[in-house]
T-cell receptor, first 116, second 110 residues
């Protein structure tokens, strides 16, 4: 089946540093990927839609200069949390929509970010 | 604004019992509806996907139903197991834009 690999699975960083999270579709191409944030016991909140070769589309209230998204290839999107603060601590998840089947949506296993 | 409402918010059942989770939506036009299972600290895993013309879809002990007229879907879990404890998320897609429900947290007790 379709696999989305997200790396790292967890990361601890100091306040003020930047953290990069990778989302890879391993066996399919994905022009479109999505990034989500999830707080404990809450559902996923869409942060942005990542499109290969073009700028990401951010949801209202999400700072594009803080959450940098790069979708440089059809199998890789990255989310960089810049100048992280403790309130950025959360569970970040990506999903990828296969180009061959637009109905499907495959999720990574998430990245637990803790900012100290 | 498109919305997806799930109920109940949380549910506790005994192992072996059946349960049904509900999803009501206002998304229009409708492309497809998916149910996902999300274990704690993991990414969601797809259980079922249904298009407008499909009324029911099964995946093992999971059976999803869809009434496109009333814009309601349900996920029925048969003979629950401890491993069914998770969040179940309903996702309704308009064209290629998904709208997520808040999920139902299911706890199965031995």
């Amino acid at each position: 089946g379709a696999v989305v690999s997200q790396h790292p699975s967890w990361v601890i960083c100091k306040s003020g540093t930047s953290v990069k999270i990778e989302c890879r579709s391993l066996d399919f191409q994905a022009t479109t990927m999505f990034w989500y944030r999830q707080f404990p016991k809450q559902s996923l909140m869409l942060m942005a839609t990542s499109n290969e070769g073009s700028k990401a589309t951010y949801e209202q209230g999400v700072e594009k200069d803080k959450f940098l998204i790069n979708h440089a290839s059809l199998t890789l999107s990255t989310l960089t949390v810049t100048s992280a603060h403790p309130e950025d601590s959360s569970f970040y998840i990506c999903s990828a929509r296969p180009d061959r089947d637009g109905r499907a949506l495959h999720f990574g296993n998430g990245t637990r970010l803790t900012v100290t | 604004k498109n919305q997806v409402e799930q109920s109940p918010q949380s549910l506790i059942i005994l192992e072996g019992k059946n349960c049904t989770l509900q999803c009501n939506y206002t998304v229009s036009p409708f492309s497809n509806l998916r149910w996902y299972k999300q274990d704690t600290g993991r990414g969601p895993v797809s259980l079922t996907i249904m298009t407008f013309s499909e009324n029911t879809k099964s995946n093992g002990r999971y059976t999803a139903t869809l009434d496109a007229d009333t814009k309601q879907s349900s996920l029925h879990i048969t003979a629950s197991q401890l491993s069914d404890s998770a969040s179940y998320i309903c996702v309704v897609t308009e064209f290629y834009i998904p709208t997520f429900g808040r999920g139902t947290s299911l706890i199965v007790h031995p």
